[in-house]
């Protein structure tokens, strides 16, 4: 649909209005409520605004008010100014459509309606479709649509079209209906009748008839009249504007006006200041959202498809989700600046506007154009040349006419794509500096990385080889042997680690299933000398039976274990003891999972230290230690899934529980 044709055969919103509006914005700090609460009270501002940016399902169930404000401060101060200085306003009268909305919104609120905002639109909308002067207030063609088309049924398509439901596009659709299939037809339909009654001049003379098809008393229905029309005399009509000198220019009752700069150079710079400052300090998601706002309101169209040239004159798409079957088949055809039979690269070379409207479905001269055409599902599209500073861009608006995009329109549509482009490219490049950036240090980093660990295999293998001699002296000595394998092992262990270190983190190749009691086992034989048995501590390890494997690589467990059985060694004085257990299986949030235990009689954690156990912190024990090793713990058991509680009493000790998901794969 096209939103253009349609808005012009709607009375155009109050001048006052749009004044009273750009005042509010005149504030330092834009009063949104007041400023949504003056919209809300014009007809054709609301649904201008609630077109552009249709409602999302139950969206109004946040009050109309909340809605407006949304979309307002989406547009954005500068924005919004220039949409109501381009908008050609008329100072038509609006009837009772705010004594009539107030009506219909009292009485659902009275008869316990379920969404008494529709009810309020319904009766602001009700006469909006009529024409009072009988004179077209745009093009002749807008006065000839709406000669043609059911004024009615023009303003049902545009509420549906708001988003708003069919119970609501129906009621305004309706005209006069007789007392039998008002009371037959839908609650909204009889209140918005209700409400057209209590609206006229003679109002007191339906109330005993309106009491049966409401529900309420007729005395109710007469307070709640006088109330309304007391609302409304304390706000309807809006501040009046200050007083112009003699001679100042009008910006607003000139509705036939066309904002361009051929012939409004002072409006058009202008504009075209309020557009470049609507842009200004936005991120590209906020851009976006704003262009898919701004779009519809400055020019009648969606959001178009915006082409920029790449290094390798390619038009690339910066602009046009909406239509992704066009954007994907205009990056296949690689379409180029230098193509001479395109409207579109044409319109990108020489900064002319040009259009393709063909004659027949055939194919003509350009092949890209008769199947961007076809994709986007319209007679043909305008190209519109826009200027993203360094480059020139095209905008390709999707039309049913040729003419049907205006001189106004298509100037405040390029100026609005231009501003927006200038951002998002700008935007663009500085990203890809900065990835280019962290590229450059990443590399670095790993590069610096890799010759510290290259360094530090050497000392690794000089203790390799005197470990090897050490064995070959001792040959018939099993127990060394033993020692002397695991001693190996985690040699290699730690060399692997370096060799990786400088490496970016690949998919975890390593089996993510664990045999717990083994490990416990590998654990006491690695470090139980070094750690507890040396220093007088007892480490005492239980296992409960048939508790299956745990899905977590043994590399990763072991990093756990060894991180909080070194905390204990070191906080244990000679003869205390730490338990390493096994206790089984349990149930964690619906999961099956291991439990492990380590409990020791140490000194307890400080109070400082429990208050926030996982965060790293300068260790207190000096050396280096570097005030990490439990946040790698929570982490490692984070990325697998797990969990830890962490009990400790001052002069009792401190226990761990870790909780590990079994492996179910086998």
């Known amino acids: 649909m096209n939103q253009a044709r349609h808005r012009s055969a709607l009375q155009q919103p109050q001048p006052d ?50 809605v407006l404000r949304h979309r307002l401060e989406t547009l954005g101060a500068d924005l919004l100014r220039a949409w109501l200085l381009g908008m050609p306003c008329s100072p038509t009268h609006q009837g009772n459509a705010l004594l009539l909305a107030e009506c219909a919104l009292h009485l659902a609120l009275e008869t316990h309606y379920p969404r008494p905002d529709e009810a309020y639109l319904a009766g602001l909308w009700f006469n909006l479709s009529t024409d009072p002067g ?105 501040p009046p504007p200050p007083q112009r000198a003699s001679g100042a220019m009008t910006v607003f009752g000139s509705p036939d006006k066309v904002i361009a700069p051929d012939n409004e150079p002072i409006i058009a710079a202008a504009l075209h200041g309020l557009i470049v400052a609507g842009f200004s300090d936005v991120d590209a998601e906020q851009a976006i959202r704003r262009l898919a706002i701004a779009c519809p309101l400055l020019s009648g169209e969606a959001l178009p498809i915006v082409l920029h040239p790449d290094d390798d004159g390619v038009l690339q798409p910066l602009l046009g989700a909406a239509d992704a079957e066009a954007v994907r088949g205009l990056g296949e055809l690689r379409l180029r600046v230098e193509d001479e039979a395109s409207q579109v690269a044409l319109a990108q070379r020489s900064g002319v506007h040009t259009s393709y409207f063909p004659a027949t479905r055939t194919p003509g001269r350009s092949m890209a154009d008769w199947h961007l055409q076809r994709w986007l599902g319209r007679r043909g599209f305008s190209c519109i040349p826009l200027q993203l500073g360094p480059v020139t861009g095209v905008a390709v608006v999707a039309l049913e006419h040729e003419h049907s995009l205006g001189i106004s329109e298509r100037w405040q549509l390029g100026e609005l794509l231009s501003a927006a ?11 890809h500096a900065i990835a280019a950036r962290e590229q450059e240090l990443h590399a670095r980093f790993r590069e610096h990385v890799r010759r510290i660990a290259h360094e530090a295999t050497n000392p690794l293998t000089v203790i390799k080889n005197r470990l090897s001699l050490i064995g070959q002296d001792h040959a018939n000595d099993g127990s060394l042997q033993e020692d002397m394998s695991l001693l190996n092992a985690e040699l290699d262990r730690i060399g692997n680690l370096l060799r990786q270190a400088g490496n970016l983190p690949v998919a975890e190749r390593e089996l993510a299933s664990c045999n717990v009691v083994e490990l416990m086992q590998e654990m006491r034989a690695l470090y139980g000398e070094s750690l507890f048995t040396q220093r007088g501590i007892q480490l005492e390890l239980r296992a409960a ?34 338990l390493l257990a096994l206790a089984g299986q349990v ?22 230290r429990t208050s926030n156990l996982f965060a790293p912190r300068p260790s207190a024990k000096g050396g ?43």
């Open 134 to 238: 009988g004179e077209a207030r745009q093009e002749p063609a807008a006065r000839i649509s709406l000669q043609a088309d059911n004024p009615r049924q023009m303003l049902a398509r545009l509420v549906s079209d708001c988003g708003l439901p069919a119970t609501l596009s129906n009621a305004l659709e309706l005209g006069t209906l007789l007392d039998e299939q008002i009371e037959q037809a839908h609650p909204l339909v009889r209140l918005l009748h209700a409400a057209r009654q209590l609206s006229t001049d003679g109002w007191e003379q339906h109330v005993s008839r309106l009491a049966p098809l409401t529900g309420l008393p007729a005395s109710s229905l007469t307070s709640l009249r006088t109330d309304v029309g007391y609302i409304v005399a304390g706000h309807a009509a809006y």
């Open 545 to 578: 039976s048939g508790t299956p494997p745990v899905a977590m690589p043994p590399s990763a467990l072991k990093q756990v274990l060894l991180n909080l059985m070194r905390n204990a060694a070191e906080a244990l004085q000679p003869g205390g003891r730490l």
């Open 421 to 431: 482009g200038r951002v998002l490219l700008t935007l663009r490049r500085q990203d």
């Open 587 to 608: 149930v964690v949030d619906g999961h099956a999972c291991a439990e492990l235990r380590l409990v020791d009689n140490g000194p307890g954690l400080p109070p400082e």
């Open 624 to 666: 280096n230690h570097q005030g990490i090793g439990l946040s790698v713990v929570r982490d490692i058991l984070t990325q697998w899934k797990s969990s830890i509680l962490c009990r400790s009493q001052s002069g009792s000790g401190t226990t761990f529980q870790i909780f590990i998901p079994l492996d179910h794969s086998r």
């Open 17 to 66: 209005c749009c004044a009273t509006v750009l005042r509010l914005l005149a504030a330092s700090s834009p009063n949104w409520p007041e400023i949504a609460l003056v919209t809300a009270r014009d007809p054709a501002l609301c649904m201008l605004l609630l077109s552009a940016a249709p409602l999302c399902p139950r969206e109004l169930d946040d009050g109309l008010n909340s």
